[in-house]
């Protein structure tokens, strides 16, 4: 019995016309029997980097029985000019969280997957303290169980306040050992209360990994990098997945 965490998360590829771009990570979300893909914002479109993809693929496991079966499922960024996917702003500004409506009658019948839902964020922020055990589901340079189509995991810890927006931004801040492709990937706490069991999802999703945090101060040739990173707080799903009017 695979379990379902690894389940929730998508390995994505960006792709401008037939040429790969990058790869990044996601995992799906559903509320309201709509189901969506999130991911960073950056992972769609970046204008530091130039980074203007006009499609993502996503990879999904297409048998339960037998998860080395999967396929590729390719979404269009773009309609009538306009990009397909939802992205929000505080008065921090931008929110490096992004989703995508997957349409479910476009998914292979066959499609296996898990999906966070509201029930599954964190109710109250004082229940989190500061160093926390947390897990980060991912796919870290594109790394992954190649045979049967899975993310690895990676061991964090809260290094802020949880609750409190960082420097006025809409994230907190995780303690751990990421790399690049590992961005939209899955921040989770286990969730003692949650039942556990054949099929059950006991954990909380407390954010959205983004980046490595660093100083603008620090001197790259004597200091090493903090090894901090940007957790977008998960709530922002609710506003992201409200149906519009």
């Known amino acids: 019995m695979i379990e ?20 990044a990570s996601g995992f799906f979300f559903e509320r309201d029997r709509r189901l969506f893909l999130v991911t960073s914002g950056h992972v769609l479109a970046d204008e530091p980097s130039k980074h203007f993809p006009d499609r993502v693929e996503i990879e999904l496991h297409t048998d ?16 009538e000019g306009r990009g397909v996917w939802r992205q929000g702003e505080d008065t921090g500004g ?11 009658a476009a998914l292979p019948k066959t499609a296996s997957l898990v999906a966070f839902t509201p029930e599954h964020l964190q109710a109250a922020s004082g ?4 160093g926390s055990s947390l897990l980060i589901v991912g796919f870290p340079l594109g790394f992954h169980d190649g045979l049967h189509h899975l ?3 990676r061991q964090a810890i809260i290094a802020s306040s949880f609750g409190l927006r960082f420097q006025g ?14 961005s939209g990937a899955p921040v989770v706490r286990r969730a003692p209360d949650r039942p556990a069991g054949p099929g059950a999802l006991p954990w909380t999703l407390l954010g959205v990994h983004s980046a490595q945090f660093d100083m603008e101060t ?7 990098s903090l090894g901090l990173n940007c957790a977008w707080y998960a709530d922002i799903l609710m506003t992201l997945t409200k149906t519009e009017a």
Do not use: C, W
């Open 151 to 153: 993310p690895v995991v």
């Open 169 to 182: 931004k809409g994230y907190f801040l995780t303690d751990a050992r990421m790399h690049r492709g590992t």
């Open 218 to 224: 620090r001197d790259s040739k004597i200091d090493e």
């Open 64 to 79: 339960p029985g037998n998860l080395t079966q999967s396929t590729g499922f390719s979404m269009l960024l773009y309609r």
């Open 4 to 23: 379902p965490l690894l389940m929730t998360a998508a390995r994505v590829s960006t792709f401008e016309g037939p040429r790969l771009l990058t790869n």
């Open 127 to 130: 229940e989190v303290e500061v």
């Open 94 to 104: 931008a929110i490096d969280v992004a989703v995508i409506e997957l349409d479910r």
